[in-house]
């Protein structure tokens, strides 16, 4: 039996993390046909997706953030300005993400994550499923994620 010794550390270090993100990246390409498929492709690379609602003054009104990824838009950020809300705005800004990820990009399917007293009701009003949902995430809180398959215009 071989003895090893190892020493653990704690740091952050962005060098390592660049490094571990790259072998993951490549053991992770190694045994996944679909994921080799990719690599090399204009799918493989993450495609910001960004929709922004400006007021009569060029205020920010409300806005949505996020990115396409194969075929899939991740909405990380949907928010609309309080003065704004009940307007239609948050569906609107949704609505054309989804738009601009299935016609221009070829997107088939949506994903994001929402807390419980942001807006579940309100994503599963736009056609949204939940398909995980992680109590106390953070303690007293209960994260969902929830995804939408995208219909061909």
Known sequence: MVSRMFRMETEVDRTR???LR???RDTNTAASPVLRALRGTPAERESPLHVWV???ADDLAGGLV???WTTWLH????WVDE?????GLGSRLLAEAERVAREERGCTAVRLET???QAPGFYRRQGYE????IPDYPPGVTEFTLTKRLARA
């Open 17 to 19: 993390r660049d490094l």
């Open 130 to 133: 939940v398909v995980c949902a």
């Open 54 to 56: 400006l007021d009569a």
């Open 66 to 68: 996020g990115h396409t």
């Open 115 to 117: 807390w419980d007293f």
């Open 75 to 78: 909405v990380a950020f949907l």
């Open 83 to 87: 003065r704004h809300r009940g307007a």
């Open 22 to 24: 790259s072998r993951l």
